[in-house]
């Protein structure tokens, strides 16, 4: 390892590629490197009590974290208050994931400021690579619809579009992923230990969330009947605002993240009476619903605890964003035309009865002008084409969790069927199928059909999905609202993909493509004109090989195992699932591996196959695929006539930071997922 170390051979490499070493960033501002000492220098002394000499690589992290996030603060006054004035449309953007990673390096990018802090904290004796390791990896997601939630909130953030992502502020994340002697094991990932420099704590947006109890039917004096919830529980949703800043600093917008708590979080008269444990009951109740993403629904308190967190994170949004439009326009009426609400998949489906009770219920609306609003501002995305895999709900664990929206469902099941049947009488043979209700397995609440009965859109994320959508899981239901399927092909944010994760191969595109490259990918084209040219073709290999390098010593560090990065990199990394087909990877790896055996003396291009993703805790299949892979290496690995010619390799535990490492040194991405099952897909991208 040391010798390895002493080799340098990232330097190694881009010497002998003669790659530039221009610094790589946004357009810098001219900032002051006197001034950003000065302020992280008051921000380790005033906000942590640290002096210089005793601080940590953390301390000085958090103190750089909060000084940039001072510069921001103002951008994001600015942005609000000019949004405001114009009277523009504001996207409310609801999802359970946002993959965020570390926002360290994301933000100095994008405010043009890394050289900046990297020359100033120098001067103060501290390495900006080493801050940048020190910050972890925000525990709010899990795979690409996460990912996308991110990539859609700086992308909004960077085109000026003022918008709030909203979501779920989890203590521990899905998990933190180990593996021994081949096994994945779950651990809490502990993200918030430290605290979240970058968050914004709001105690004045607090929320209560009902659960529970009975429903009762008033008739007011002119014959009006009314439902009243009496909800049998409540707890409260405090909200955290994190900036998302866009390219070039030049529009911030607010990602807001709830967290739970009990109203009474300790029940004094039980602690008292000794029992200690009881008297936190309701605290525990209430703080498991942002404990961790996706818990296990493999046992009925599981299942009921998803269906809490999905609707206490939809609850606090809406309420939320239907307050700060009366606060500022007065009129409900015009909601549609101030606010365009995107639910990220079914998750959050459960807005449409959600928004319909604070109208009708909170505000007195009539139904019919309720649902007209309702239908104006929601619309929906779509991320599967499998009907097993849009969420379904019980109707009574539905019932028993949220009668009030139970009933406001079966009234806009009823107007919806008799609208399909006066549109086309037929309708009625096929009402079974376009019901929000599934009669055949057991009653079940089909979140998608609500999603897309209460939206006045419903869009896939890539043009065949969206068609084989209109023919196959939606089919009846776009017979019936032809207009309401769109398309809207997936991406990515590229500058956090190529600026940040690899900057080498930026640097070559900047020479060759111009700094404008940065603002407009279309001007990657312009690599057409050098297909031919020998010069540029070694450049970009030679950042490519940096690349390799780089994560060769990445895997010697995590794993103690060499690989020559001078070899084929072929690479899945995804999350852990059947329908992924790392399975079938597998099996090739293995024949590949015979193969070899079987002829050594051939002249094999060595491979190295790098997997990484997590299989969700409840799922054994996918557990057993990861068990399955680590064996195949141990096997493979250990083998003296195979291991030059073909390596294979698990990194654990894959979030954003390890995909920015992995991404720019594949030379092969095996996007192998089941024909059909794969929406889209981004991490082709």
């Known amino acids: 390892m040391d010798k390895f170390a002493r080799k340098s051979p990232i330097a190694e490499a881009k010497q002998t590629a003669g790659l530039s070493t221009r610094p790589v960033g946004a357009t810098a501002e001219d900032d002051d490197i006197d001034e950003i000492k000065s302020a992280v220098l008051a921000k380790l002394a005033l906000d942590l009590g640290k002096d210089a000499s005793a601080a940590t690589d953390r301390d000085w992290f958090v103190a750089a974290a909060l000084t940039i996030r001072d510069r921001i603060v103002h951008r994001w006054l600015a942005a609000d208050r000019a949004s405001h004035a114009q009277g523009r449309k504001q996207v409310y953007y609801l999802s359970l994931e946002f993959l965020i990673g570390r926002l360290f390096a994301d933000v100095l990018c994008n405010l043009g400021c890394t050289e900046s802090f990297r020359a100033a904290l120098g001067d103060l004796g501290v390495d900006l690579n080493r801050l940048r390791a020190a910050e972890p990896d925000a525990a709010l997601g899990h795979g690409g619809l996460g990912r ?19 979501g779920i502020r989890y203590d521990h994340g899905l ?10 094991q779950e651990y809490p990932e502990e993200w918030l230990s430290f605290g ?22 008033t008739t007011s004096p002119t014959g009006a009947k009314r439902s009243v919830w009496h909800p049998a529980e409540t707890i409260e949703a405090v909200a955290y605002d994190i900036p998302i800043v866009g390219w070039r600093g030049r529009h911030v917008n607010a990602l807001r993240l709830w967290s739970a708590r009990a109203v009474d979080p300790l029940r004094l008269d039980a602690f008292n009476m000794g029992d200690h444990a009881g008297a936190l009951s309701e605290q525990v109740r209430a703080e498991a619903i942002s404990k961790i993403l996706y818990p296990s629904d493999s046992t009925p308190a599981g299942q009921e605890l998803r269906l809490r967190q999905e609707y206490f994170f939809v609850s606090a949004s809406l309420l939320d964003l239907v307050q700060r439009h009366v606060r500022t326009d007065g009129n409900l009426y015009f ?33 019919d002008e309720a649902w007209r609003i309702t239908v104006g501002t929601l619309s929906y995305t779509n991320h599967t084409l499998l009907p097993e895999a849009l969420e379904t709900w019980p109707v009574d664990l539905f019932g028993r969790v949220l009668p009030r929206h139970l009933e406001i469902i079966y009234r806009i099941n009823t107007q919806h069927l008799e609208a399909a049947k006066l549109q086309d009488p037929a ?11 599934d009669e055949r397995h057991g009653r079940k609440l089909r979140m998608g059909h609500l999603a897309f009965v209460g939206s006045h859109r419903t869009n896939g994320v890539s043009a065949l999905h969206t068609e084989l959508m209109r023919k196959t899981v939606f089919g009846e239901l776009h017979a019936i609202y032809p207009d309401r399927i769109v398309n809207k092909t997936n991406g990515i944010t590229f500058r956090r993909w190529l600026l940040q994760a690899n900057p080498d191969l930026t640097l070559v595109l900047r020479d ?25 073709q070694q450049r970009i290999r030679a950042a490519k090989r940096a690349n390799k390098v780089a994560l060769a010593r990445l895997i010697i560090e995590r794993l103690d195992l060499h690989v020559d990065p001078d070899a084929l990199f072929d690479v899945q990394i995804k999350r852990i699932h059947e329908y992924k087909r790392q399975l079938l990877n597998l099996l090739e ?21 790098i997997f990484a993703g997590k299989a969700a805790a409840s799922y054994a299949r996918a557990k057993l695929i990861i068990k399955l892979i680590n064996d195949v290496a141990t096997v493979i690995n250990g083998d003296p006539v195979v291991r030059d010619f073909l390596r294979v390799v698990f990194l654990p535990d894959y979030n954003v930071s390890l995909a920015e490492r992995i991404i720019p040194a594949a030379d092969l991405s095996e996007q192998i997922s089941t024909a059909g099952m794969e929406a889209s897909g981004t991490g082709n991208m």
């Open 148 to 166: 996308l939630a991110a990539c859609f909130m700086e992308s909004m953030a960077s085109l000026g579009i003022p918008a709030y992502g909203y």
């Open 335 to 367: 909601l549609p035309l101030r606010a365009a609400i995107q639910l990220n998949d079914t998750h959050p489906s459960i807005a449409v009865p959600e928004l319909m009770r604070i109208l009708v219920d909170l505000h007195g609306l009539p139904w």
């Open 427 to 437: 309708t009625s043979d096929s009402v079974e199928s376009i019901s929000l209700i």
């Open 175 to 184: 998990f933190r992923q180990v593996i021994r002697d081949g096994w994945q």
């Open 589 to 609: 790896t293995v024949a590949l591996y015979h193969a070899i055996r079987a002829e050594p003396g051939r002249n094999w291009v060595p491979r190295v196959k």
């Open 512 to 536: 060759l493509c111009g700094d404008a490259v940065l603002d407009d990918p279309t001007q990657m084209s312009r690599l057409a004109d050098y297909a031919e040219d020998q010069g540029a």
């Open 196 to 217: 979240n420099p970058w968050e914004f704590a709001r105690p004045e947006a607090i929320y209560d969330i009902h659960f529970g109890g009975r429903v009762e039917t």
